[in-house]
Nanobody
Framework: QVQLVESGGGSVEAGDSLTLSCEVS????????MGWFRQAPGKEREFVGA????????NYEDSVKGRFTISRDNAKSTVYLQMNSLKPEDTASYFCAGGGRAFPRYNYDYWGQGTQVTVSS
């Protein structure tokens, strides 16, 4: 019933910026901790960052800290991942996830379908 739909992925060049969106339905967004994960071909899914129910606190994996910013607009039922200074190693399918008690990286119950981000050097 709860559905998460990512959008905003695409192909960019190294150094470019991209913003991903995750629209949540079937549950008030304010009830959910939200996270972003990514998975590159042949690799395990990895944590990118997370945001608490009301926008604070946030938590980021070290490799994206200072480059990526998670934000949310509960009234619009949307979570965002602003990605700056993109690197080829950021290339992956990006997934948003939600959970009632998941911050920052475990126990996410709901997952989106993923959106592909490809960064060329």
């Amino acid at each position: 019933q709860v559905q998460l739909v990512e959008s905003g992925g695409g192909s960019v060049e190294a150094g470019d910026s991209l913003t991903l969106s995750c629209e949540v339905s079937g549950q008030a967004l304010s009830n959910l901790d939200m996270g972003w994960f990514r998975q590159a071909p042949g690799k395990e899914r990895e944590f990118v960052g997370a945001i608490g129910r009301f926008g604070n606190p946030t938590n980021y994996e070290d490799s994206v800290k200072g480059r990526f910013t998670i934000s949310r607009d509960n009234a619009k039922s949307t979570v965002y991942l602003q990605m700056n200074s993109l690197k080829p190693e950021d290339t992956a399918s990006y997934f948003c996830a939600g959970g009632g008690r998941a911050f920052p990286r475990y126990n996410y119950d709901y997952w989106g379908q993923g959106t592909q981000v490809t960064v060329s050097s």
